[in-house]
């Protein structure tokens, strides 16, 4: 654990807003953003003046641009935090913010703790005394929001990948040190190319869970979100409303069939991508004719499914059907035509499902926004998605990933420098650490467990 | 009937390498010591294996020496085999271990604590810790006597309530037929300590005129390794080997075949083992697919024909263990003359005590070894020696000797007890180390030395000593960083001997030193060192030029671990006052009583935004008291 060192986060709400600010703080916060940065003529800055607004772009390892961006440097003390502090002001949206942090936990930040930006700016003597019990109830409150939405990320398969990842490292470690405590039991130790071998598989792996989260398959393709219902429901209408409401990226008719139709819209930042079956001739029946095979092809690996109730008509004997087969998606019901008499209430499908439920009507826009603001909360609290998809990563995962990958590297550079495999340990115990959770674990008694699991020791 | 028997400084209760140690420290710094003992005859009693030492175990004595303890010479004296451990791998883990003579080994401590002023040694039991407003005042023994004194050590082993198990046969007895102290538990009890009971055990001794050494695999010493102290210089002696033979299926059998008649595992024995010192029971039934295990025979002496036979530690009835032991090679005819035994016995939960060793209910009352839930000679003789400084330092009203991670295994050691507790007796490991390229068996005099000798416990020899190979060490570091090679025929030509690529330009012989396949024998070799350099120089050099690299990265992380370790957290806190934290932390910090920031943050569950908040409660305590005193 680590009290002074260089941290950064996004200091402004996270979404579409037209600037974002990145904020580092911590000793070697000019150098790591110096390292980045380049002047509007591309060049380096050999020395920032403070308080001073410069323009420029951040480039990433391979010299491209990734953002064009304003930087100002704030020397200690006279910063929020006390700390020499860089904050950096790029363009709003997930992509710049995301590939900026990546690039400066690359530099060797750390992603800020919940509420460390204000606990520094408290220990250093910048906030007075009255607010401590603010800061302290700042800090729990932020860390249990955190510690919720990284329990729901442990249920992606990312985090299983990783966790694999990490129990293999204590594979590695155990026979490693097993030698190390107990030369004299005749006991196989591994011998470096094993243990290089093994680092190097690790290695891959986090690159291309790195590559793969790097990228954010849902900030790539956008989040699949499928609207299902019976004919005359409202599915079109839904759809356009929220084209109309906001702006369509693409209208795309793909392939041949003219079965499903994709949308392309920008909700919130959120980029999402909406696969209608409003091409599909009305007389045919989703659930019915198309039968519900067909329809859970299409559900199968959707982030998200809007399913439409008519709220007008007492719910038969085929909704409970949907309702069941849909238990482990993700769903969000909505009981459109709520402007008319209605003869189901929200309290009647509750009893069926966890999912959320909220009224609509496309005559007159009711519940568009809480849709809307449903979508971009699944996003950024991370819930997104069927439980056996690679998600989003939140960036506590990519930084554990890049800090990972880095360590690797270093272990596998040592071997190749022939240094004892016991040293090397120290690498192998960071590649550990850096992907454990943010709980506290001790790696000792994980590996003392370990080791005295699988070999038979002793006098 | 009470008898006033005198007057002390400091008691110790109990001789046990704890006992040795805690003793021999409090009287070298100055203050009139008693050690009560059961039997003096069991003065550092080697009660298991007849050895010191071992992989992190050889560090700690190291350490112990370092300091200006006496088990480290003590081995010197008495060891009939020595040998460097893992010289194979990387320096951090070197380890020495040393089979000893144990009856001249306990003879030669007890003559150096006979030997010793201000110290007495006196035969009797403790039953009583007496107390006064909180303070220690004094001890009572079985007999009657009472003796007053300020502080007191408890290094009572393995002898409270100890019982000995051997299959359907059990005796309250300590080890080797000694008296238990049945007593003090109850005492310790009454003066708040949380009693657990542990379990240890040892194999059997056998006559090594019923072995036959040609069916098994001689194992002997290292010819020329450094002692264990750093007052000693290489010592030449003739050593004893080892043998080693092997379990087969046939002895497996008949362990399998009485297991019930075990009581580890029908139930009779109720104490904790440990999961490093199994029984051959624990192995054969845990490690069922593994077809035979090692077996070491080590000697117990130079004037005994007692061998001990590591890897069978039992409590199997003793026909069943002979039966056992004599499907073994070279143990066909073995003639067992003292059988394995299970011992149990009441130890404290360590996590009562400070960092100091003092106990958090008493004040002036110290644990060390056995007491305190670890096992081994070596583990014991680290406490001992931190807890007699620190009896001291608590009577010189001074601050505590407190090692910390990156300081010691000793501060490895006592962390891990003191902030976690134990569930099993604690044996040391290099894993459990973090920074164990730094903690070196080859530099624990670098390390503590100077400590120790602010203390007035290491003597102005080990100081000046010290002193010459730090300044020998910096002088030869700069002189390998100015010094050049220049590629020459013959240089190129050994450089291609060792696999090493030719020179092209003169480069200093640091960064040849850095090739992996040069070793600083090389440099002697090619002749480019000046002066002789001593063995002991030679090493420190080559380890701090070839795996520079690594330590300066264990020493970044040390900068920021001692960054934690020095936010001290002030004593006896009421952590239910501060707001934010999650219950369960509330809980264990309250129990705990974490002395700083870095142990707070060791304690399993407590979690980093509980320690962000606990730093901005005591931050803001601290502002509240300077506002209130301004």
């Known amino acids: 654990m680590a009290w002074d060192d260089t941290i950064t986060a996004l200091a402004t709400p996270p979404g579409e807003g037209g600037i974002a600010v990145i904020r580092l703080s911590g000793p070697e916060s000019l150098q790591m953003a110096g390292r980045l940065f380049v002047n509007g003529k591309r060049r380096k800055v050999k020395e920032f003046r403070e308080r001073y607004l410069y323009y420029g772009f951040i480039l990433d390892q391979d010299q491209n641009t990734v953002d064009e961006v304003l930087l100002v440097y704030m020397k200690a003390p006279r910063t929020y935090t006390r700390e020499d502090v860089v904050e950096i002001h790029c363009h709003g949206g997930m992509i710049p913010v995301r590939k900026i942090l990546d690039l400066l936990l690359q530099e060797g930040a750390r992603l800020a703790q919940p509420g460390e930006f204000t606990k520094r700016a408290f220990l250093n003597g910048r906030i007075d005394l009255a607010q401590a019990e603010g800061v302290m109830d700042l800090i729990s409150s932020k860390s249990e929001e955190a510690a919720r939405s990284s329990l729901q990320q442990m249920e992606g398969s990312l985090s299983r990948e990783i966790k694999a990842v990490r129990d293999d490292m204590l594979d590695v470690l155990a026979r490693i040190e097993v030698t190390v405590d107990y030369p004299e039991e005749d006991i196989e130790g591994m011998v470096g190319e094993q243990i290089h071998k093994r680092l190097s598989t690790a290695r891959e792996q986090c690159r291309s869970l790195l590559k793969s989260a790097h990228q954010g398959r849902l900030i790539r393709e956008g989040i699949k979100t499928v609207i299902i219902g019976k004919p005359n429901v409202g599915k079109s209408s839904l759809l356009n409303a929220l084209v109309r409401e906001n702006r369509a990226i693409v209208t795309d008719i793909p392939g041949t069939t003219r079965d499903v139709i994709e949308e392309y819209v920008n909700i919130k930042g959120v980029l999402v991508r909406i696969l209608d079956t409003a091409g599909i001739r009305e007389t045919m029946d989703l659930v019915e004719k198309i039968g519900v095979e067909k329809s859970r092809e299409l559900t199968r690996d959707a982030d998200l499914i809007l399913l439409l109730l008519d709220a007008s008509h007492p719910l038969e004997e085929e909704d409970m059907k949907i309702l069941q087969w849909l238990k482990d998606k993700q769903v969000l019901i909505l009981l459109n035509k709520s402007d008319r008499p209605s003869a189901i209430e929200p309290e009647d499908i509750e009893m069926l499902t966890d999912s959320t439920i909220i009224k609509t009507s496309m005559i007159d826009g009711t519940g568009l926004d809480q849709v809307e603001e449903f979508i971009y909360h699944l996003v950024y609290s991370g819930g997104a998605g069927p439980k056996n998809s690679v998600m989003i990563t939140n960036s506590r995962h990519k930084e554990a990933l890049i800090r990972a990958e880095r360590h690797l590297g270093e272990a596998l550079d040592a071997l190749a420098a022939s240094m004892p495999l016991d040293l090397v340990t120290i690498d192998i115990r960071n590649v550990w650490e850096a992907l454990g959770e943010i709980t506290g674990e001790s790696l000792t008694e994980n590996l003392i467990d370990k080791i005295f699991m699988e070999f038979c020791l002793g006098k | ?630």
Request: hydrophobic share 35%; net charge neutral.
């Open chain 2, 1 to 630: 009937m009470e008898v006033q028997a005198g007057k002390y400084d400091i008691i110790v209760t109990g001789a046990g390498h704890a006992g040795c140690e805690a003793a021999l420290a409090a009287a070298r710094m100055g203050m009139k010591t008693l050690v009560v003992a059961l039997n003096l005859d069991a003065v550092a009693l080697m009660a298991c294996n007849p050895a010191i030492g071992g992989t992190s175990k050889g560090h700690l004595v190291r350490e112990v020496d370092a300091l200006g303890g006496e088990m480290g010479l003590n081995i010197d004296k008495s060891f009939i085999q020595i040998r460097m451990l893992n010289t194979g791998k990387g320096p951090a883990v070197h380890s020495l271990r040393a089979q000893a003579d144990k009856k001249r080994y306990q003879e030669e401590m007890k003559l150096t604590l006979e030997n010793q002023n201000n110290l007495s040694l006196c035969q009797g039991e403790v039953v009583e810790i007496r107390t006064s407003g909180g303070r220690v005042s004094g001890v009572k023994l079985a007999t009657g006597e009472v003796y007053s004194c300020r502080s007191v050590i408890v290094a009572s082993g393995v002898y409270l309530k100890s019982r000995i198990i051997i299959g359907e046969y059990s005796v309250h007895s300590g080890p080797n037929g000694l008296f238990p102290a049945n007593r003090l538990s109850e005492n310790l009890k009454d003066l708040g300590f949380r009693l657990q009971r542990f379990k240890t055990g040892t194999p059997a001794r056998v006559n090594k005129r019923s072995l036959d050494f040609s069916k098994m695999i001689i194992q002997p010493g290292d010819p020329a390794v450094p002692p264990f102290s750093f007052l000693n210089r290489l010592l030449q002696r003739e050593q004893v080997p080892c043998w080693l033979t092997y379990t087969n299926e046939e002895t497996h059998q008949i362990i399998r075949d009485n297991l019930h008649r075990s009581p580890l595992f029908s139930g009779a024995i109720e104490g904790v083992g440990a999961r490093y010192c199994p029984s051959i029971e624990d192995k054969v039934v845990r490690f069922h697919e593994k077809k035979s295990h090692q077996i070491f025979i080590e000697p117990e002496g130079l004037h005994t024909n007692e061998m001990y036979v590591q890897g069978m530690s039992s409590s199997l009835p003793v026909e069943v263990q002979r039966a056992a032991y004599r499907t073994i090679p070279g143990l066909e005819q073995v003639e067992i003359m003292r059988p394995a035994y299970a011992i149990e016995y009441d130890c404290i939960d360590p996590t009562q005590l400070k960092l100091s060793l003092e106990s958090r209910e008493v004040a002036g009352l110290f644990m060390a070894g056995q007491i305190n839930g670890s096992s081994g000679y070596e583990e014991a003789a680290a406490q001992g020696i931190v807890a007699g400084i620190n009896a001291v330092q608590y009577l010189r009203q001074e601050e505590p000797l407190i090692l910390d991670r990156s300081d010691a295994y000793i501060g490895v050691l006592i962390d891990d007890l003191v902030t976690k507790g134990t569930p099993e007796p604690y044996r040391m490991m290099t894993s459990r180390a973090e920074y164990r390229l730094l903690l070196r068996q080859d530099n624990a005099d670098m390390r503590l030395t100077e400590k120790g000798y602010r203390l007035g416990l290491a003597g102005e020899e080990r100081y000046q000593r010290l002193y010459s190979k730090q300044e020998a060490v910096q002088r030869e570091l700069s002189r390998l960083k100015d010094a050049v090679v220049a590629p020459s025929k013959r240089i190129n030509e050994y450089l291609k001997g060792k696999g090493s690529s030719a020179l092209k330009t003169g480069i200093p012989l640091y960064d040849l030193l850095k090739r992996p396949e040069i070793s600083i024998l090389d440099i002697v070799l090619l002749g480019e060192l000046q002066d002789e350099i001593q063995p002991e120089i030679q090493e420190q050099l080559e380890i701090q030029i070839k795996y520079e690299g690594y330590i300066q990265k264990q020493l970044r992380q040390v900068e920021q671990f001692k960054k934690t370790e020095k936010l001290r957290i002030p004593p006896e806190m009421d952590y239910s006052k501060v707001t934010g934290l999650k219950l369960e932390s509330i809980q264990k910090l309250q129990k705990l009583q974490p002395e700083n920031m870095g142990q707070a943050s060791r304690i399993s569950g407590v979690s980093p935004a509980d320690l962000s908040v606990l730093m901005v409660y005591l931050e803001k305590q601290r502002r509240e008291k300077k506002n209130s005193e301004a």
